[in-house]
């Protein structure tokens, strides 16, 4: 099995150019959720979704879109980059744990994305 | 909102000896998880050892244990016999809804 899979892994544009980072996931897992991972800043959420057709806002969701129109997808769009968008982002999946919370994350293997 | 606070930016050990990483928490709920993630410098999120709230026993995975105090809110990793592939950051984290709650990390540097 794959696992997480995120395309690309690397990716320049430039101020205001819009692009979408490819997230797919081959475990069945309901959950499926992206992340930015800044210097000093940890991980923090930007979208999250339950299942197909459902997603909502992270803690930081600014400039960013996501649909979850199948189980395995969850594309994450950055509509019109800025260079505070500069970051690695990670997509991951998981099962409902305790009280349908989520249980362990299983992540993709990053993607960095630099604006200029 | 929930809050995850790793108190040591960064930690050193020499090989072979033990290091615990800090890791305190808010929450208001009372079931949960509590995770360690190791991220080396290849950038992969590698799950470490996973935690019950509900579970008094602390949580063991060969040289990983945990500390779990759940009255103190407290969640700390112990690394027993330190190996140069332990170096990483490694990340704190607990279930805040439908995602994870992380900390800001602490980088592990291990000395030969």
């Known amino acids: 099995n794959a696992g997480v899979t995120q395309t690309p892994k690397f990716q320049v544009l430039k101020t205001g150019q819009s692009m979408t980072l490819q997230c797919a996931q081959d475990m069945n897992h309901e959950y499926m959720s992206w992340y930015r991972q800044d210097p000093g800043m940890g991980l923090r959420l930007i979208h999250y979704s339950v299942g197909a057709g459902i997603t909502d806002q992270g803690e930081v969701p600014n400039g960013y879109n996501v649909s979850r129109s199948t189980t395995e997808d969850f594309p994450l769009r950055l509509l019109s980059a800025a260079p505070s968008q500069t970051s690695v982002y990670f997509c991951a999946s998981s099962k409902p744990g305790l009280a349908g919370r989520t249980g362990e994350l299983f992540f993709g293997e990053g993607s960095r994305l630099t604006v200029l | 909102a929930q809050t995850v606070t790793q108190s040591q930016p960064e930690m050193s050990v020499q090989e072979a000896e033990t290091v615990t990483l800090s890791c305190t928490y808010d929450?208001?709920?009372?079931?949960?998880?509590l995770f360690w993630y190791k991220q080396p410098p290849s950038r992969q999120m590698i799950l470490v050892i996973r935690q019950e709230a509900y579970k008094q026993q602390n949580a063991t995975e060969n040289r990983f244990s945990v500390n779990f105090q759940k009255a103190a809110k407290s969640f700390s990793l112990k690394i027993s016999d330190s190996q140069l592939g332990d170096a990483a950051m490694y990340f704190c984290a607990t279930n805040s809804g439908y995602a994870l709650n992380f900390g800001k990390g602490t980088s592990l540097l291990v000395t030969p």
């Open positions: 929450t208001s709920e009372s079931d949960y998880y």
